[in-house]
């Protein structure tokens, strides 16, 4: 049997976004499932839009991801070279080919000329298809003109999509189109036919946008006598609103925006995976080795997924989760806030392992931390604006913050100690744990939120605890 072999086939055109990696995974997981080989190549003879620095960034997003490639940049292999601009005798060879066949053609016509030609079409209210002005005696190809495919075997194909079915179009769909451009690149067209076919490819994965074109593509393996891989398109992911496909111009984020904003690779990863494609159960969290072993093309829907950031977050929540504290530990070296930078390790894998359970980001620990390390800035409308807090009166306030004081000042210093203080405080002030810790623990912190608060108290040291609330107090 051949081995399985996919692609994932990028154009250094700018950042890589979540659709460019959903279009790197699928591949990857069916290539790590059937123990074949994952390639990456480079598509870069769109010279016009190429972006210094794409390329490294595209393959830094697959290795941060753990989305390793058998062969290409950085790898080699048996079929490079692995980038298109490099391949230009190979494509030269095929097209000759073509050109032998009689089903290639030098396109001697200027763009106004072409424009006369759709304009001729536009009012005889048809289609403009270039083959019905195919020149009858075209210049023999000197690589300075356009090269078109000469399309003849027109008729209706069809194919099977593992993801979108029994698919067919007609002759409607068939024309010449561009093989090789006047600067002497050739086309997405023919350049990707011609590498899947030189690289063994069994199996090309990629967007619904490319649909429509392969009729055109199953026209040009007729004419140079291949057999076509199987050849899979997947839904679009789109935009939140579910109206269009999630773009660029739309601000679908880079990948590298997200691993900035301390998204795991694990959850990003999961995410994209669950983006149109389920195991048929209700589990929601996948480890890579468990999407290598579920995953399957079949179960792929057909129709597009909405890109929906909130679930990202909190599967990226629940990764974090999952991690051991020396894991996190090492992740999180950049995300410490500046405060941080000299206090104790052993302070500050106590500090992470109490907000490990309320992190969503790893970009979130400045902001659950940072009163950890210094003084908090008085903030009173964390007091006045809280639902709980602002029925207190000052006075009432400043009260029930003298009386916490005194039974803290007294407390043995641990976790266990402080709830007890904090249960008996309850009892002999008539308040409620939301009214009473809330207020207790904004004054130590001057936070939004926090961690359970006799942990807070407990990692935050008696005397830091105690100046906090008599600056509390003096500011009420």
């Given at each position: 049997?051949?081995?399985?072999?996919?692609?994932?086939?990028?154009?250094?055109?700018?950042?890589?976004?979540?659709?460019?990696?959903?279009?790197?995974?699928?591949?990857?997981?069916?290539?790590?499932?059937?123990?074949?080989?994952?390639?990456?190549?480079?598509?870069?003879?769109?010279?016009?839009?190429?972006?210094?620095?794409?390329?490294?960034?595209?393959?830094?997003?697959?290795?941060?991801?753990?989305?390793?490639?058998?062969?290409?940049?950085?790898?080699?292999?048996?079929?490079?070279p692995y980038f298109q601009t490099e391949r230009r005798e190979i494509y030269a060879a095929w097209a000759q080919k073509?050109?032998?066949?009689?089903?290639?053609?030098?396109?001697?016509?200027?763009?106004?000329?072409?424009?006369?030609?759709?304009?001729?079409?536009?009012?005889?209210?048809?289609?403009?298809?270039?083959?019905?002005?195919?020149?009858?005696?075209?210049?023999?190809?000197?690589?300075?003109?356009?090269?078109?495919?000469?399309?003849?075997?027109?008729?209706?194909?069809?194919?099977?999509?593992?993801?979108?079915?029994?698919?067919?179009?007609?002759?409607?769909?068939?024309?010449?189109?561009?093989?090789?451009?006047?600067?002497?690149?050739?086309?997405?067209?023919?350049?990707?036919?011609?590498?899947?076919?030189?690289?063994?490819?069994?199996?090309?994965?990629?967007?619904?946008?490319?649909?429509?074109?392969?009729?055109?593509?199953?026209?040009?393996?007729?004419?140079?006598?291949?057999?076509?891989?199987?050849?899979?398109?997947?839904?679009?992911?789109?935009?939140?609103?579910?109206?269009?496909?999630?773009?660029?111009?739309?601000?679908?984020?880079?990948?590298?925006?997200?691993?900035?904003?301390?998204?795991?690779?694990?959850?990003?990863?999961?995410?994209?995976?669950?983006?149109?494609?389920?195991?048929?159960?209700?589990?929601?969290?996948?480890?890579?080795?468990?999407?290598?072993?579920?995953?399957?093309?079949?179960?792929?829907?057909?129709?597009?997924?909405?890109?929906?950031?909130?679930?990202?977050?909190?599967?990226?929540?629940?990764?974090?989760?999952?991690?051991?504290?020396?894991?996190?530990?090492?992740?999180?070296?950049?995300?410490?806030?500046?405060?941080?930078?000299?206090?104790?390790?052993?302070?500050?894998?106590?500090?992470?392992?109490?907000?490990?359970?309320?992190?969503?980001?790893?970009?979130?620990?400045?902001?659950?931390?940072?009163?950890?390390?210094?003084?908090?800035?008085?903030?009173?409308?964390?007091?006045?604006?809280?639902?709980?807090?602002?029925?207190?009166?000052?006075?009432e306030s400043k009260n029930l913050l003298g009386e916490a004081r005194t039974a803290l000042e007294e407390c043995e210093?641990?976790?266990?100690?402080?709830?007890?203080?904090?249960?008996?405080?309850?009892?002999?002030?008539?308040?409620?744990?939301?009214?009473?810790?809330?207020?207790?623990?904004?004054?130590?912190?001057?936070?939004?939120?926090?961690?359970?608060?006799?942990?807070?108290?407990?990692?935050?040291?008696?005397?830091?605890?105690?100046?906090?609330?008599?600056?509390?107090?003096?500011?009420?």
């Amino acid at each position: 049997m051949t081995a399985l072999r996919t692609r994932f086939a990028p154009s250094p055109t700018g950042y890589i976004h979540v659709g460019n990696i959903r279009a790197a995974l699928f591949p990857w997981l069916l290539a790590k499932q059937k123990n074949g080989a994952f390639i990456v190549r480079i598509e870069d003879t769109d010279q016009a839009r190429f972006v210094e620095g794409a390329t490294d960034l595209i393959l830094e997003t697959l290795s941060w991801l753990g989305l390793d490639w058998d062969e290409g940049p950085q790898k080699g292999g048996n079929y490079g070279p692995y980038f298109q601009t490099e391949r230009r005798e190979i494509y030269a060879a095929w097209a000759q080919k073509l050109i032998d066949k009689g089903l290639a053609y030098a396109d001697p016509y200027t763009q106004e000329e072409v424009q006369a030609f759709r304009e001729e079409a536009k009012a005889l209210k048809k289609p403009f298809l270039y083959r019905d002005y195919r020149p009858e005696n075209p210049p023999t190809w000197d690589g300075t003109q356009p090269l078109r495919f000469k399309a003849t075997n027109i008729i209706r194909h069809t194919w099977h999509d593992p993801v979108m079915g029994e698919l067919s179009a007609g002759p409607e769909a068939l024309d010449d189109f561009i093989l090789i451009k006047a600067d002497g690149l050739p086309t997405y067209n023919f350049a990707h036919i011609v590498d899947d076919a030189e690289m063994k490819i069994t199996h090309v994965i990629r967007g619904l946008e490319y649909i429509s074109s392969i009729p055109r593509y199953l026209s040009l393996y007729d004419a140079l006598d291949l057999s076509p891989p199987t050849l899979v398109c997947l839904p679009h992911i789109m935009h939140p609103d579910g109206k269009k496909k999630l773009g660029k111009r739309d601000g679908a984020k880079s990948v590298s925006d997200y691993r900035t904003d301390g998204i795991l690779p694990e959850a990003m990863l999961n995410f994209l995976a669950s983006m149109g494609w389920n195991d048929g159960t209700e589990q929601e969290l996948f480890s890579k080795d468990e999407l290598i072993a579920k995953f399957s093309l079949e179960r792929v829907q057909r129709s597009g997924a909405r890109f929906d950031e909130q679930r990202l977050l909190w599967m990226n929540g629940q990764w974090i989760r999952r991690l051991t504290l020396d894991d996190l530990y090492s992740r999180v070296r950049a995300y410490w806030p500046a405060s941080a930078k000299n206090s104790d390790e052993t302070y500050k894998r106590a500090v992470l392992a109490l907000v490990q359970d309320r992190l969503k980001t790893l970009a979130e620990l400045p902001l659950m931390t940072k009163y950890f390390f210094e003084k908090p800035i008085v903030n009173l409308t964390l007091i006045t604006d809280n639902k709980q807090l602002k029925k207190l009166t000052a006075a009432e306030s400043k009260n029930l913050l003298g009386e916490a004081r005194t039974a803290l000042e007294e407390c043995e210093w641990s976790a266990e100690s402080i709830q007890f203080c904090l249960n008996n405080l309850l009892q002999t002030t008539g308040q409620k744990p939301g009214t009473l810790f809330s207020l207790i623990r904004v004054a130590t912190t001057w936070a939004p939120f926090s961690p359970a608060l006799h942990d807070t108290l407990a990692l935050l040291g008696r005397d830091r605890v105690l100046a906090r609330l008599d600056t509390a107090l003096l500011a009420l």
